[in-house]
């Protein structure tokens, strides 16, 4: 299984803070992963429509399109960050 | 030692202060910064700021951007304090401080902290605009240059 997050118009655009699923069968990578919930329904097409500005963490470090996301994983997708 | 904070709470710049000089007679000057929630965003009125983040990466985050600060400059001690949730204008949002025996060291690593957090640690602004509207606010430019300046500068 994996855990992934999703924060502000992400969140909004997936419907759901988080979920947990098993890490789909041939995905290995960050990339992989939005490739594989932008296809899977429509939330994740509008929530992945631009991926230029989407990050990644895992395991609570940024994280590029080619990192490696495992089993056991918490992957989270965020626009880029507005704090200070 | 830095001290690093993410709170809902209001929190009092004066007391980090002097919870940061307490007990010592070493240092020769703190940089501070502090964010203020804007009362308008493009000349449109701002109602509140609300401010998500991500538990857990965030503090971590925070604690290697202090950590970076701390090996760059001879500091003293540095605080760094981020509210979350929803906050009103004139509210405190941010408070950077970086104590050092000297004075440009202080300014530079509270630029510096304050700089690396708005590109570096996982938070996110949306105006609530006082006819209802919100807004995530975007990613600006040129704070990523200004974080960029840091990455280039020899110390």
Redesign the interface.
């Known amino acids: 299984m994996i855990h992934v ?1 999703y ?3 992400l969140r909004e655009r997936m419907g759901r803070a988080e979920e947990a699923l098993p890490l789909p069968e041939g995905i290995a990578t960050v990339a992989g992963l939005i490739g594989w919930l932008t296809a899977r329904d429509a939330a994740g097409a509008h929530a992945f429509a631009n991926p230029e500005v989407v990050r990644a ?1 895992v395991n ?3 994280a590029g399109p080619s990192d490696p996301v495992r089993p056991g994983d918490e992957v ?1 997708f ?7 | 030692m830095a001290t690093v904070r993410v709170q809902a709470e209001p929190f009092d710049a004066g007391a980090e202060l002097a919870l940061l000089l307490a007990g010592r007679t070493d240092v020769g000057g703190v940089g501070c910064f502090v964010g203020v929630v804007r009362n308008a965003a493009g000349g449109r009125p701002i109602r509140a700021m609300r401010l998500e983040h991500y538990p857990g990466m965030t503090d971590r985050a925070l604690e290697r951007i202090a950590a970076e600060a701390e090996a760059r400059w001879d500091l003293q001690g540095c605080t760094v304090l981020h509210r979350h949730g929803r906050l009103l204008p004139g509210d405190l949002i941010v408070l950077v401080l970086a104590a050092s025996p000297h004075r440009q060291a202080a300014l530079d690593a509270t630029g510096f902290l304050i700089d690396w957090l708005k590109t570096r640690a996982p938070f996110w602004k949306q105006e609530e605009f006082a006819d209802g509207d919100a807004a995530w606010v975007e990613a600006r430019q040129n704070d990523t240059a200004a974080a960029a300046r840091w990455e280039s500068e020899t110390l």
């Open positions: 997050l924060f502000a118009w963490a609570q470090d940024f989270a965020f626009p880029p960050v507005t704090g200070g």
